[in-house]
């Protein structure tokens, strides 16, 4: 998991999730497409090679999902995407529902195995070294921070797949329904909830997490976050 998710949840890549609620597959449809190009315009964006490795790997993802008809019940998509990608989906979801391109509203969430909503110390949490793996802050502040950024609903709960007492999760639902007022509170919310998880990374000093801060901090209008400071170990041994 260090080795891995670890990485990648440094990057700001989780499971994003949308449900089309008109129930409509060519709905389904049309919102994949919207976000392969959304994932396709970052890819031309000049990313990192631990971004483009990603975003390559999530274009294949979205754009084979509906051929391989990975749906049951729901008109629903799972997409690993980060923080820039959440958003700029969500926004262009909203658009498409504005413009009647997508029939019915879109309600957005994500997995709580996640870049910010859970506090597992042995697994999603488990390359945090710094001693904070073992709180439950994280999910908690995701909680509120949620919810006061313009959640539909949230959500703190127990277990998830680690088992009960192992880990704490904070979870979210966001209708999106074609208004300005629902794109002003995507554009807000998302952002948040993945920049809680990263700059954690960050403060630990993880180098992909502090990259993927700085950039998310000159992307984001008013994003002025707290940062780690390193200091040096020769320095602590004169203390």
């Known amino acids: 998991i260090q080795l891995t998710l670890g990485d990648v949840f440094s ?88 413009s009647g391109h997508i029939s019915a509203p879109i309600v957005l969430s994500r997995d709580h195995h996640d870049v910010s909503g859970t506090d597992s110390p042995f697994r999603e949490t488990s390359n945090i070294t710094d001693g904070s793996m073992w709180c439950a802050d994280m999910a908690v502040q995701n909680v509120i921070g949620g919810a006061l950024r313009g959640a539909t609903y949230v959500s703190i709960h127990n277990g998830g797949g680690v088992g009960w007492g192992e880990v704490m999760n904070g979870g979210f639902g966001m209708l999106l329904d074609g208004s300005d007022d629902a794109g002003e509170k995507a554009r807000s919310m998302l952002n948040w909830d993945v920049s809680n998880g990263v700059n954690r990374r960050a403060w630990d000093g993880h180098p992909l997490a502090k990259e993927a801060i700085r950039k998310t901090q000159e992307r984001v209008p008013g994003y002025d976050l707290t940062v780690c400071n390193e200091t040096d170990p020769e320095l602590l041994k004169t203390l």
């Open 11 to 98: 990057l700001g890549f989780g499971p994003f999730r949308w449900v089309c609620t008109s129930g409509d597959p060519l709905d389904l449809e049309k919102s994949d497409k919207i976000a392969a190009e959304v994932i396709r315009e970052q890819l031309s964006e000049n990313p990192s090679p631990e971004e483009a490795g990603n975003l390559s790997d999530n274009l294949r993802w979205i754009e084979e999902a509906g051929r391989n008809q990975m749906v049951v019940g729901s008109q629903a998509r799972i997409l690993y995407s980060n923080q820039a990608g959440r958003a700029r989906i969500a926004l262009a979801f909203n658009k498409a529902i504005a």
